[in-house]
């Protein structure tokens, strides 16, 4: 089993970047694949990006490609997740979660991922 804590959020104006974490305990984490989700109020949860076991492939929501970049240290079993460009309609609350055994690579369904941290928001102002 593995344990996550996001930070890093806060309130940004457009344009500008954060840089979020997604913190983990647990043996499994070095070998689990890490999404990234972020849900805003009144929507679904929706699917932002992920990275395999050792970061060597990642994949993104079309939304936030060649914006949002995640990685990891796995030697501080910490997952980020580098946001420029911001955009208001990135406001949500942004969640990091690792993935369950039904999950397959290229998965974006929240329901293939588990284990989920309690979220940190993120606002961007006009």
């Known amino acids: 089993q593995v344990q996550l804590v996001e930070s890093g959020g806060g309130l940004v104006q457009a344009g500008g970047s954060l840089r979020l974490a997604c913190a983990a305990s647990?043996?499994?984490?070095?070998?689990?694949?890490i999404g990234w989700f972020r849900q805003a109020p009144g929507k679904e949860r929706e699917f932002v990006a992920a990275i395999d076991w050792n970061g060597g492939t990642t994949y993104y929501a079309d939304s936030v490609k060649g914006r949002f970049t995640v990685s990891r240290d796995n030697a501080k079993m910490t997952v980020y997740l580098q946001m420029n460009s911001l955009k208001p309609e990135d406001t949500a609350v942004y969640y990091c979660?690792?993935?369950?055994?039904?999950?397959?690579?290229?998965?974006?369904?929240?329901?293939?991922?588990?284990?989920w941290g309690q979220g940190t928001q993120v606002t961007v102002s006009p």
């Open positions: 647990g043996r499994t984490f070095s070998t689990s694949t």
């Open positions: 979660a690792a993935q369950k055994g039904r999950w397959s690579w290229g998965s974006r369904s929240a329901s293939d991922f588990g284990s």
